[in-house]
């Protein structure tokens, strides 16, 4: 069955840096576009970034463009989100997601980044 286990969040000052991955299998990782999306309690869900299997084909949204950086190994199976000059904005459950045909379908549990002095 498909799998995302997210890893890497943490606590972070402003200004500092977090390399968040996202392990996957149960299908063809290479096949697919993935995809970071978080979530601030009592907020929706904020699409960040996609990729497909090269890191030619990326997307970013407004709020991290310059500062993350989507990256993946399609031989390990591992998705990434670097991320760069965290504000405490940033601060949200990170979770990565698996693309269907129209939608997300399969999302992991997500991990916490907390960016606080």
């Known amino acids: 069955q498909v799998q995302l286990v997210e890893s890497g969040g943490g606590l972070v000052q402003p200004g500092g840096s977090l390399r968040l991955s996202c392990a996957a299998s149960?299908?063809?990782?290479?096949?697919?576009?993935m995809a970071w999306v978080r979530q601030v309690p009592g907020k929706g869900l904020e699409w960040l970034s996609d990729?497909?299997?090269?890191?030619?084909?990326?997307h970013y949204a407004d709020s991290v463009k310059g500062r993350f950086t989507i990256s993946r190994d399609n031989a390990k199976n591992t998705l990434y989100l670097q991320m760069n000059s965290l504000k405490p904005e940033d601060t949200a459950l990170y979770y990565c997601?698996?693309?269907?045909?129209?939608?997300?379908?399969?999302w992991g549990q997500g991990t916490q980044v907390t960016v606080s002095s």
């Open positions: 990729i497909y299997s090269g890191e030619g084909n990326t």
């Open positions: 149960g299908f063809t990782f290479s096949s697919y576009w």
């Open positions: 997601a698996k693309a269907g045909n129209w939608y997300y379908d399969y």
